[in-house]
């Protein structure tokens, strides 16, 4: 099987900063894309960042400048640096991970639990 664990939520005031991780683990062959999205509470999931495994960043508008997303491939991990912070950016973030499992042609896709990130005002 495959896991995502994401880290390094938690609580900030406004216009401070928090870096969360997310590790892929398991039975893993390649991991394409991968991204972040956050759900605050009565709205939909949404896109926050996406980052192919060439290196190419996609972010959605409302935190461009704000928010970096990366990824150290030797470690399948990936990093959103999320500086800035609004109280608007308050959401449970979840890690998503395109993998193709071992011995697999089929890509598929995968979900972490969720860390929170709450930002005061």
């Known amino acids: 099987q495959v896991q995502l664990v994401e880290s390094g939520g938690g609580l900030v005031q406004a216009g401070g900063s928090l870096r969360l991780s997310c590790v892929v683990s398991?039975?893993?062959?390649?991991?394409?894309?991968m991204g972040w999205y956050r759900q605050a509470p009565g709205r939909q999931r949404e896109l926050v960042a996406t980052i192919t495994s060439g290196g190419s960043t996609n972010n959605a508008d409302s935190v461009k400048g704000r928010f970096t997303i990366s990824r150290d491939n030797a470690k399948n991990t990936a990093y959103l640096q999320m500086n800035s912070l609004k109280p608007e950016d308050t959401a449970v973030y979840y890690c998503?991970?395109?993998?193709?499992?071992?011995?697999?042609?089929?890509?598929?896709?995968?979900w972490g639990q969720g860390t929170q990130v709450t930002v005061s005002s």
């Open positions: 998503n991970a395109q993998v193709y499992r071992m011995g697999s042609l089929e890509r598929n896709e995968y």
């Open positions: 398991g039975s893993i062959w390649i991991i394409n894309a």
